[in-house]
């Protein structure tokens, strides 16, 4: 039985490339070479900096006694530490190729649980929410350092590499237990069976996100579904390309070449599960603007009641003229956004963010703003996911941080996750357009190296040099490329 896609009728021919060593490995952005956090200007807290990276130099060094080897007499002379701008490199690509290994973990961990369910895979779940916890830490620890680098921040960095280290350890240290779980040297045959239903039901799913996006064309003002325009078509993309894995791997099943069927199901898998982020998205931006037109004229009125509170409001704890501003401020983007409402299509989520923007200065911000976070949160986690060969650390830092601020600020989780979002697609542009239409970009290969399915590109490759290479499995940087 084949899997096909209407209209696809594009060679299919092998890529086989070989995988650079994965200690070098994914993630050094040409733009992790430059100096952008210019660019954002973001609070320095110089308040308990000493202190807080005495602590880290602390557990830097209690981190390096459990992983690594003491030197011995007559081992050699010390290692020379890197320079500054050496190790900055190193705690970048650090963070990326973690993270790269728990989104792919994550990833397949979620085709095993839907095989042999939640308590088969318990220790593989705790393994990946380790590595997530150590990859947390490592991302705010980035986030101290962008926000105010000092003399100190070598033990900073030492830190983010050791934590990065951890997490791949751990996931490492599982892959061989993964592996005997799945048992696809033995028996593929339930495996495969569960992505091409998987695949069937996205493929449907992918034709209602396209009716979806266009209804949302038609409701909202077009600002509104920028964000998702172009993601049918990436899912289709990534469709094309499980396609072709998923029908190679039953014929090398059926000829017994099992591992050459092994390597085709993991690149569908992988491309299986980045086209339901695609989907999701589309979704999900449907019901966050039904949710958020919904409850916007709530918002206006807490938004007109606090601005009425701050007239009435004793001016001692700030001066009468700038008061005076965010209130006249707050009223004319109250007028305005109520106006745009009544007229005709709007953005109800932006409309929603210009209301909280108001509100910030006079000391209320609406609740309704954490709709707004969770949503730009999110999109931004479904970029990088699914662009993770091409987006570099600084995007990945400051999703974490939206991701941390989420519940405790809202407002400023959203301003973190529209950073990370413009900050992915710069890294997305400077790696070239895989979607161009040129004929070796039709069988969905580009986009599996985009988003890293394939380790066949760096985040610093040419656009000219996409290639495939190794499908990505459950681990860390020692084992995720065990099945190429």
Not at 17 to 31: I, L, M, R
Request: aromatic share 4%; proline share 5%.
């Amino acid at each position: 039985m084949w899997l096909v896609l209407p209209g696809v009728t594009a060679d299919h021919s092998d890529h086989e490339v070989p995988v650079s060593a994965v200690g070098s490995a994914h993630g050094t952005a040409a733009q992790e070479d430059e100096t952008s956090t210019g660019d954002l200007v973001l609070p320095l807290v110089a308040a308990g900096t000493a202190t807080a990276v005495a602590a880290y130099a602390y557990a830097r060094r209690r981190r390096r006694a459990r992983t690594h080897t003491p030197a011995t007499a007559g081992a050699g002379p010390a290692q020379v530490p890197p320079p500054a701008p050496e190790l900055d490199r190193q705690a970048r690509r650090s963070l990326v190729t973690a993270d790269d290994c728990v989104r792919t973990s994550r990833e397949e961990l979620g085709f095993v649980e839907g095989l042999f369910g939640a308590e088969a895979v318990a220790p593989f779940t705790e393994a990946v929410r380790y590595a997530e916890a150590e990859l947390s830490a490592a991302f705010q620890l980035r986030q101290t350092y962008d926000d105010n680098p000092t003399d100190a921040s070598r033990d900073i960095l030492d830190e983010i590499v050791a934590r990065c280290v951890d997490a791949g350890r751990r996931l490492d240290a599982e892959a061989a237990g993964f592996d005997q779980l799945r048992a696809l040297e033995q028996d593929m045959s339930g495996a495969l069976r569960h992505a091409e239903v998987r695949f069937r039901e996205l493929n449907g799913r992918t034709g209602a996100a396209g009716s979806t996006l266009a209804d949302l064309g038609e409701r909202y003002s077009p600002t509104a579904s920028f964000s998702v325009s172009g993601q049918v078509e990436q899912a289709k993309d990534r469709l094309v390309f499980a396609t072709t894995g998923l029908n190679r791997a039953r014929q090398s099943a059926d000829l017994g070449e099992t591992d050459r069927a092994v390597l085709h199901l993991r690149a569908a898998e992988g491309a299986i599960a980045q086209a339901e982020v695609f989907v999701d998205g589309v979704d999900r931006l449907a019901s966050a603007l039904a949710a958020a037109a919904q409850a916007l004229p709530e918002a206006l009125d807490e938004a007109e009641a606090a601005v009425v509170e701050a007239r009435e409001r004793p001016t001692a704890e700030e001066p009468v003229g700038a008061l005076e501003g965010h209130v006249r401020r707050a009223e004319a983007t109250l007028a305005a956004v109520r106006e745009e409402a009544a007229a005709g299509p709007y953005d109800p989520l932006e409309a929603l963010r210009r209301v909280a923007e108001v509100c910030a200065p006079l000391g209320a911000v609406p609740g309704a703003v954490r709709l707004v976070a969770r949503g730009s949160t999110a999109d931004a986690d479904g970029l990088i996911g699914t662009h993770r060969g091409a987006v570099a650390a600084e995007a990945r830092t400051r999703l974490a941080e939206a991701r941390r601020l989420l519940d405790r600020d809202p407002a400023e989780a959203d301003t973190f996750a529209r950073q990370a979002r413009e900050l992915a697609e710069r890294d997305i542009r400077a790696h070239g357009n895989p979607y161009g239409g040129r004929p070796e970009h039709t069988n969905g290969v580009a986009g599996a190296v985009l988003g890293g399915i394939l380790l066949g590109d760096l985040p610093d490759a040419r656009p000219d040099t996409l290639t495939g290479g190794a499908p990505v499995s459950f681990g860390g940087p020692a084992t995720r490329a065990r099945r190429g």
